[in-house]
């Protein structure tokens, strides 16, 4: 049986190789690897500007990934910049919110990262605290700590103990979007994994870095999810059409 095909979200930063220097799409390589490790076939998907190329990239798709980095604008949750919120990344969010609503919408699983579970929150209504302490181990250095899952949840379904996991980020969610659920915290309370249990295909976010750790468990969960509905709607050009759709706010 043929691979599922993964997509994950990139973004355009200056990069510099050889003797050139320009805009490129980039992706820590650990990433793709995860999905090869966890049994899926990585695609990157560089960024685009039109809610109908989201609509068709994710109509290709067997699951999705939205990717960490930058902080999310907090003009899409409503809220005024904190002066320790990074600066905006306007494309990159207007595009990776695109690809999530597509995702929902066409029940591709869908597996949001760090920014792509404060991205999936946003999408869905929720907010976001814009600063946390702790939560990294430093400047570009990854941090350690424990997440203990939701018993009956998804998230507990794939990883049932608490485990250790590696963390980067300073920013987190704070009220839950429409229908989500929190699936795993962190020792402070923090929301480190939630997901959409009404939903026909997986939905899920996880605050940490699974693409940093030895763990394959969460990606493998996203694989399988991708793998099923492969077997249940072949890929087609024309699977966006027919697919069932939810509208998502």
Request: hydrophobic share 45%; with cysteine.
């Amino acid at each position: 049986m043929p691979r599922p095909v993964i997509g994950i979200s990139t973004y355009q930063d200056p990069a510099r190789w050889g003797v050139w220097e320009m805009p490129a799409v980039l992706l820590p390589a650990a990433y793709p690897r995860l999905v090869r490790a966890a049994g899926g076939l990585a695609v990157l998907l560089p960024p685009d500007d039109a809610e109908d190329a989201a609509r068709e990239t994710v109509a290709a798709l067997d699951g999705l990934v939205i990717a960490g980095g930058a902080d999310v604008e907090p003009v899409r949750y409503g809220a005024v910049a904190d002066p320790r919120t990074g600066p905006p990344a306007r494309e990159r969010d207007a595009w990776e919110l695109a690809l999530i609503r597509a995702a929902i919408d066409q029940q591709v699983p869908l597996l949001g990262i760090c920014r792509g579970m404060q991205l999936l929150n946003v999408a869905l209504g929720g907010t976001l605290i814009q600063h946390l302490e702790d939560h990294t181990g430093g400047l570009g250095v990854f941090g350690s700590h424990a997440v203990t899952p939701v018993t009956g949840t998804v998230y507990a379904d794939a990883v049932p103990e608490a485990a250790m996991v590696p963390a980067y980020h300073h920013q987190a969610v704070d009220r839950l979007g429409t229908g989500l659920v929190a699936s795993a915290h962190a020792p402070d309370g923090t929301v480190e994994a939630l997901e959409l249990p009404d939903h026909a295909s997986l939905v899920l976010g996880v605050q940490w870095h699974p693409e940093m750790g030895r763990d394959t468990r969460v990606m493998a969960a996203l694989v399988r999810a991708a793998g099923e509905r492969a077997a249940s709607a072949p890929r087609t050009p024309d699977r966006s059409i027919r697919a069932p759709r939810t509208p998502v706010n």
